[in-house]
């Protein structure tokens, strides 16, 4: 079974916004803290944002301030709000369980974030 699916990615200009969503699983939603990962050509994933079941969230610096993440417990998503893109945000964008589990849940397929004039 697909367990997590992301979408809403796309081709955006500097300094507009995008929205993505995460349909996960009810059984990862509901038992860890949920995390958005991105990564570019060449380059490892990395963490971008995470929030508890009780909606604390952190970011990483790069994003601190643009970024925003949420989660809807009864439709099982989290939601990543992006605003002041820039080029360096372009990315494959991924969900998945907001810290490293001994068995990561699979990854999705990601959504492609493109930052370009």
């Known amino acids: 079974q697909v367990q997590l699916v992301e979408s809403g990615g796309g081709l955006v200009q500097p300094g507009g916004s995008l929205t993505l969503s995460c349909a996960a699983s009810g059984s990862i939603f509901s038992t860890y803290a949920m995390g958005w990962y991105r990564q570019a050509p060449g380059k490892q994933r990395e963490l971008v944002a995470t929030i508890t079941r009780g909606g604390s969230a952190n970011y990483a610096d790069s994003v601190k301030g643009r970024f925003t993440i949420s989660r809807d417990s009864i439709k099982n998503t989290v939601y990543l709000q992006m605003n002041s893109l820039k080029p360096e945000d372009t990315a494959v964008y991924y969900c998945?369980?907001?810290?490293?589990?001994?068995?990561?849940?699979?990854w999705g397929q990601g959504t492609q974030v493109t930052v370009s004039s």
């Open positions: 998945n369980a907001g810290h490293t589990l001994a068995t990561m849940p699979s």
